[in-house]
């Protein structure tokens, strides 16, 4: 969202909750402040609406809304904010607003007004409830959100660093208002710095002073985020733990599988999930890097406990003994969330989504495993033997469908290929002798159907040369695809190279953002082939 304003053509930008209503002195405020030639951040605290009629101190107000209460504005957009790089903090899970106003200090970059003595805002009485808080107002701060949010101010910026903190900084005024007129005092700290404090006087876990917040800044903080103690961390990413945060009504989630070698693409299949605003997902690392990288990107993400030794990272492409270590382990993830009651789309980071197929899916019902058929012919059967593509499909948590994946898990344990094969052979048995028709199996010891997915809704990398076509989003568009499997291509490289050029790509890994159309995309997918070919080469 910072990106967004800062790409902005304005001459201020307001950075500022939609629940929380600016008042008219927002406006008068901001007129004069216009007339400063030095760049500014101004901060102030929205009030609750219900407290105008009683006199309470300043550092007392908004006792419950957390840092989405803050206001901030600053002029210059173009110009930046600050000396560093801001993290992915997740917005209105703590520790971003209190973050923010401590590395503008420390870059001495901008003026900081803070204006908590004045009322520019309003915010409603059930602001926290909104987006999760106990019964007290207080809001949950021992989700993986607050925890992942904490571990970013630790590891950016200054605010861990003692020898870089001033006790007082030359570039902080408070705002007063005298009569009609706003006046600038010097001040030592910001007003804001408690804004947490409630009446009560506790203080949320994001809430301290600027000053005083060492809780987060013990050494080897990162080094202590691993899947086997995650809470000693202060982050709960036990897969548990995140599957009660993240399923959806019918207790559904899409799970992705990914290791170093495919960081950059399942930072562009998240992407795409952020802008289709959709957020029951869970990502397993195969790897502490791509554990520790998800956990700075804000990703809802867990460690693979059992994770498969000596991943490649170009040689580990359908086929390779490495590609049949690391498949292995979706199944195996996948029946143990089935077996937590959670049903399951796998979706390796390489699908494409144009929409969320999850509610069609779910509708087939129970004891139905619903699969993505790698058939290529146009016509004739998509359920032959060895076609059933275990890269996507839709598991539900039901007698029937644990029982066969615990067939498929027992049977790719001791196959000498990827856990491709075995979910076919057992599921439609050797050379297809349960096939029913030309689109499903039916698995006879436990009554479980296997559907094999509409190609023009679901289709593989093969299916009617689509990723060949000049424009993909209009060829699936024409079809109804609810995703896109980027497969059928024989190496990480290429893979990466044919996705950035379809533009079917969300993310650029120069920035760590999302690509947005106010972000400049396509210069970025230039530069993206470059950097593929360029690597190639090499």
């Not at 008068?28 to 030095?38: K, Q, V, Y």
């Not at 990413?237 to 009660?244: K, N, P, R």
């Not at 896109?484 to 760590?512: C, E, F, T």
Request: proline letters at 4%.
């Amino acid at each position: 969202m910072v990106a967004r304003a800062q790409s902005s053509d304005s001459d201020i930008c307001v950075f500022v909750d939609a629940d929380v209503v600016l008042l008219p002195e927002t406006v008068t405020l901001l007129s004069n402040f216009s007339r400063i030639d030095r760049d500014w951040l101004l901060v102030s605290m929205s009030r609750n609406a219900s407290s105008l009629n009683e006199e309470i101190p300043a550092d007392n107000w908004a006792a419950d809304s957390g840092d989405r209460g803050l206001i901030m504005a600053w002029n210059n957009p173009r110009n930046p904010l600050l000396g560093g790089v801001i993290p992915s903090f997740l917005y209105g899970r703590g520790a971003h607003s209190w973050w923010m106003a401590h590395e503008v200090l420390s870059s001495e970059m901008r003026l900081l007004f803070d204006a908590s003595s004045l009322v520019l805002g309003l915010y409603p009485e059930d602001f926290s409830a909104k987006r999760g808080s106990s019964d007290s107002g207080r809001l949950l701060d021992g989700s993986w959100e607050y925890g992942v949010n904490r571990h970013l101010a630790a590891v950016y910026g200054s605010f861990c660093h003692r020898s870089l903190r001033r006790h007082h900084s030359p570039m902080l005024y408070e705002v007063v208002k005298h009569s009609e007129d706003y006046m600038l005092r010097k001040v030592e700290e910001p007003t804001f710095s408690n804004f947490v404090i409630g009446k009560e006087h506790i203080v949320h876990a994001e809430g301290d002073s600027l000053r005083t917040k060492e809780n987060i800044c013990l050494p080897g903080h990162l080094l202590n985020y691993s899947s086997d103690n995650p809470e000693a961390a202060g982050v709960a990413h036990s897969l548990g733990m995140l599957l009660q945060f993240v399923a959806d009504q019918n207790r559904s989630v899409v799970l992705g599988v990914a290791g170093a070698s495919y960081r950059d693409m399942l930072m562009s299949w998240v992407c795409r999930f952020r802008h289709l605003g959709f957020t029951n997902f869970v990502v397993c690392a195969l790897d502490q890097e791509t554990y520790e990288f998800s956990i700075l990107q804000g990703l809802p993400v867990f460690r693979d406990p059992l994770p498969p030794k000596n991943v490649s990272f170009d040689d580990c492409h359908f086929g390779t003994q490495c590609f049949k270590r690391v498949t292995k382990v979706k199944s195996r993830i996948v029946l143990e969330i089935l077996r937590m009651g959670y049903n399951v789309l796998l979706s390796d980071v390489d699908v494409y989504w144009f929409h969320n197929p999850l509610q069609f899916l779910h509708s087939l019902g129970p004891a139905i495993f619903a699969a993505q058929t790698d058939e290529y012919n146009e016509t004739g059967p998509i359920n032959l033997p060895r076609r059933l593509n275990s890269g996507f499909y839709y598991a539900r948590s039901d007698h029937a469908t644990i029982t066969a994946m615990e067939m498929v898990v027992k049977h790719a344990t001791k196959s000498n290929s990827s856990e491709q094969p075995s979910f076919y052979d057992i599921l439609c048995g050797k050379e297809g002798v349960n096939r029913l028709g030309d689109d499903r199996c039916l698995e006879p010891s436990t009554n479980l159907t296997v559907v094999f997915l509409d190609r023009d809704l679901f289709p593989n990398g093969a299916y009617r040369g689509l990723w060949e076509r000049r424009d993909i989003p209009s060829a699936c568009r024409e079809l109804g695809c609810f995703v896109i499997h980027n497969n059928w291509v024989n190496g990480r490289r290429k893979k990466l190279q044919r996705q950035m050029a379809s533009g079917l790509w969300d993310y650029d890994p120069n920035s760590r953002m999302c690509l947005q159309s106010w972000g400049g995309a396509g210069s970025f997918r230039v530069m993206g082939q470059f950097h593929v070919s360029d690597d190639k080469d090499n």
